[in-house]
């Protein structure tokens, strides 16, 4: 049996090789076979085909194994169980699997499905990370650190405050991927090539068993579309660029000019030639594959531009893409929430840089408006010049400033002076982050509520995943249940 048939003569290998699937299939193969194995239960539901072949169908499906050896010359997975199919059963039987199917609305189904998976491990993986970020900020809700603009100490902030950003980010892209989840779960099957069938396919029947939400509605819709598949390497990209950002402060806060933090020997390597070296390996690996997975984003979108409609096998093309965006962005970011839980942190060399370099400058300015009246830009500058002259006598800011202040200030028509103290009290990176009214800010006194809000989000998002997970399996055993049903019910009229 050969789908060529006598339409056409043979192919050449090497464009058979060249345009084969195989090499990519084993990913979809198990899918394929479930896929069979419902359209199989609807077609006998509408009397298409019989029952006795159908039941051996059945049998076969639930037999075979789903897999792909590499060198087996075939287009794809879905003509290689067709003829694994019509070896063991007969063309008579077996021939009737692909009534009223096409492989180009199996293909979209299979992707969907194997997609569904790859999704909810991707969404546990960003949990994952995000809870061993909320474990770390659990244990420095006031550990002062200096936060950062352009690379340059800024203002201090709090550990937690800075993971809980991370945090955040990451919690995006969680939302991200359980929005995709119910667009990319849609069946294709019923559509067949591109046009629909007259072959009565139960569309909803098929869906049901293989745990589709609903129908990918246009017939060529269904089999041309693979905007989810875009969209999913999207939301891959995008949590990959957030976890890059986070490897890459990992790299620069281990390094001896930062001190902040050691990562764990396990997530570490030494050097072949350096006996002294540890080198952050995994987050610098981390930060590389979010430039993959970009790439991958490049690559499908590029295969799916100005693509006609419907199904052409540049489709085929962007499929790989796909698998190799989920799975590393999986594996990245599981990794690097390995890398989080077991680093250890150095909180004095984090307060000690945050006290030094004038961060809380902006604290003196806004005391000097709310104390003496002047408007900000006129704080700012009084501030900004003090400063200059701190640095260029190396003379602490309160001190320059208890000296300089009434000369200074009468610049801007109001002379006023300022005790060393409260100059002191005002500039401590404690107080600063103490002082911190607006919510969301990094008032370490704020830290509590946030983290429990955050412990919150991790568990419902992480609910609504098991949620997920479990009516998949019940899906797939209710598919296996109606299909050995199938199998079955000849055997016992026999
Ligand atoms: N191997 C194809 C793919 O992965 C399956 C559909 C092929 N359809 C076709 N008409 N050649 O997209």
């Known amino acids: 049996m050969d789908i060529r048939g006598p339409r056409l003569k043979k192919q050449s290998d090497a464009a058979l090789e060249f345009t084969s699937s195989m090499p990519s299939d084993g990913r979809i193969a198990r899918q394929v076979v479930r896929v069979n194995m419902a359209h199989m239960v609807a077609l006998v539901r509408s009397r298409e085909v019989a029952e006795e072949t159908a039941s051996a169908c059945a049998g076969f499906l639930l037999s075979v194994s789903p897999t792909t050896e590499p060198g087996a010359k075939s287009e794809d997975y879905h003509q290689q169980l067709e003829q694994e199919a019509v070896d063991s059963l007969g063309v008579g039987k077996a021939g009737f699997l692909n009534l009223g199917k096409s492989r180009n609305d199996q293909v979209a189904s299979a992707v969907r499905m194997e997609l569904r998976a790859a999704i909810l491990d991707l969404w546990e993986a960003v949990l994952d990370l995000q809870t061993s970020l909320l474990k770390v900020a659990e244990r420095h809700a006031s550990t002062i650190i200096p936060g950062y603009t352009h690379l340059q100490r800024a203002q201090p902030v709090t550990l937690a405050h800075h993971l809980l950003a ?224 701190s640095s260029e006598k190396g003379v602490p800011l309160s001190r320059i400033a208890s000296a300089q202040m009434p000369r200074v200030s009468a610049k801007f028509g109001k002379r006023f002076s300022i005790d060393e103290s409260t100059a002191r009290s005002l500039l401590d990176p404690t107080n600063f982050v103490k002082a911190i009214s607006t919510s969301g800010g990094a008032n370490p006194r704020f830290a509590a509520d946030e983290l429990a809000r955050r412990r919150k989000e991790v568990a419902s998002s992480r609910a609504k995943l098991r949620k997920l997970g479990s009516r998949l399996r019940a899906s797939e055993k209710r598919l296996l249940r109606a299909t050995s049903g199938l199998a079955r019910e000849v055997k016992t009229k026999e």
């Open 166 to 389: 991370h945090f955040d980010a990451l919690g995006r892209d969680a939302e991200r991927l359980a929005q995709l989840y119910p667009r990319v779960n849609q069946s294709p099957m019923g559509a067949a090539a591109l046009a629909g069938t007259s072959v009565p396919v139960d569309r909803d029947l098929v869906s049901g068993l293989l745990g589709f939400d609903g129908l990918v509605r246009n017939s060529m819709d269904a089999v041309s579309s693979r905007d989810f598949l875009v969209e999913a390497i999207a939301c891959a990209a995008t949590s990959m660029l957030d976890a890059s950002r986070l490897a890459e402060e990992q790299i620069l806060w281990g390094s001896k000019e930062f001190g902040f933090i050691e990562l764990d020997d396990a997530y570490s390597a030494s050097s072949s030639i350096m006996p002294q070296k540890k080198n952050a390996v995994v987050s610098e690996l981390v930060r590389a594959k979010a430039g993959t997975v970009l790439g991958s984003f490049a690559a499908a979108g590029a295969i799916l531009k100005a693509v006609p409609y419907s199904y052409n096998l540049d489709l085929q093309e962007a499929t790989p893409h796909l698998w190799r965006a989920m799975d590393d962005a999986t594996t990245s970011l599981r990794m690097l929430a390995g890398t989080v839980a077991t680093m250890s942190v150095n909180a004095d060399a984090m307060s000690a840089a945050a006290s030094e370099d004038d961060s809380t400058a902006v604290a003196l300015a806004n005391y000097i408006v709310k104390t003496h009246g002047l408007s900000f830009r006129q704080a700012h500058s009084i501030v900004g010049e003090l400063v200059r002259v």
